[in-house]
């Protein structure tokens, strides 16, 4: 039987090899970098989407299951299943990221994500965004903090092709073509199964952020192996590194 002693040690040895071998670090934005929508809920922009939709005689778009979805970026998936290229969907997708703008003021910052993400970028490390939400909001978020230059240009967020959206790999794929990297030299830092997907299918190493129990498991019972519950143990291995 492994000891927690050992599990731990060994866990610690795995998170000093990926950060070791990342010359590249993809971050998702919402989870890891902050709470998008600690202040302006998620679960009450899906609904208004959903309103949006029943109230131009839409409501035939969604099943019963999605039009009960918590989450905004199900319900513009499946209207993007029925509709794709449609000015419905480029009008549901501006209205998502309008919504995501209003969030931008009111998130929360990710403990330890500022400077972990400021250390990175002093050792030398190329960082990236890799997200669902708009890249507009992210400009917002990381202006707003002081870190835009830590990652600008490479931001990719968000297009019209919603069947882009993680869990395709196409916008860690765009990241690693713009920046030079192998698949083999980065790393994807992510809180959610499709996260830890994309970047299997882009062969990316993953390291999984789970702010509290139930997303831990999420994560694990996915297949993630390597799992942090805090960024402070990240910032200490990149420093110790340095």
Known sequence: MTSATSQTRDDTERLRALIADARVVLWDFDGPICRLFAGHSAEGVASDLVEWLEGRGLRGLLTERERQSLDPHAVLRAVDRRQRGSDLVAELEER?????????????????ADPLIRTWTAVGSRLAITTNNSPR??????????????????????????????????????????????????????????????????????????????????????????????????????????
């Open 96 to 112: 998502l990221t309008k919504e995501e703008l209003k969030a931008a003021p009111l998130a929360m910052p990710t403990a330890y």
């Open 137 to 242: 909001v992210v400009r917002e978020y990381l202006t707003s903090r002081g870190l835009l230059a830590c990652f600008a240009p490479h931001i990719y967020g968000r297009t019209q092709d919603l069947h882009h959206l993680k869990p395709h790999p196409h916008c860690l794929n765009r990241a690693l073509h713009a920046l030079g990297a192998a698949p083999s030299a980065a790393l994807m830092i992510g809180d959610t199964p499709s996260d830890l997907e994309a970047a299997r299918k882009a062969g990316v190493p993953f390291l999984g952020y789970a702010r509290n129990k139930a997303k831990e498991t999420e994560l694990r019972d996915a297949g993630a192996t390597d799992v942090v519950d805090s960024l402070e143990t990240v910032l200490k291995a990149v420093r110790r590194q340095a």
